[in-house]
């Protein structure tokens, strides 16, 4: 048998990618404050490659540095989280109705569609975290499965905004039941090539999923209505 040569990574990289994660589950939600004393404690590392794990996030956008030298998770604006909910709608609507016209889509979709089946009637009972992965599994299936190459590059450029607004929804908003439903509707016209209602329910399910979340974090969406009425008029 050939050997095989694992790779260890270094301890930062190790501590990068946990906190990473819990940002993206909602575990560590915008806002949160952030130190490299609490992470070093909390994982039972040394503050060195603690502080090295979260200079790198601070780099990628995911946490911020105050003027007081506090950190804590970054907490996208009402106008930000608009107009990335905005663009999302507008990009991952396309995404769906291009997946519809894929001729091996259901073939390309079928890990997608076992997740959605394994939830069952206690949507609502799954974990923050757990709704999360079935939830990005899903958007980034039918994304994929669009084929469309320059609309990869555009929704990966908001990566980072994505992963902020999706974390402020697992930590403010529980509906996961109404959101299961609308995949379950979406990926069911995407299988059957119904393109141009693809495209539709997909924009409504990600306009109406933003209006909840910035509603409920910032009791309003007055700027939500600005950025995305003018989506669903058509």
Known sequence: MPTVSLIRLPLYEQIYRVLKSQIAAGELPPGSPIS??????????????AREAIKRLVQEGLIQVHPNRRLSVVQPTAREMAETYAMR?????????????????????????????????DVNQMTPSRWGQVNSLFHDAIIRVAGCEPLERMLDSMRIKITLCRASALSKVRQFELAWDEHREILGLVLDGKATDAERKMRAHIVSAGERVIKAVFGHASEFAAANNWMLDD
């Not at 490299?36 to 490659?49: F, G, I, Q």
């Open 36 to 49: 490299d004393y609490e992470v070093a404690t909390r994982l039972s590392v040394s503050r060195t490659p």
């Open 89 to 121: 709608a507008a990009l991952e609507g396309l995404a769906a109705g291009m997946a519809a016209q894929n001729p091996m889509r259901r073939h390309l979709l079928a890990d997608a569609q076992a997740a959605l089946d394994e939830v069952t009637s």
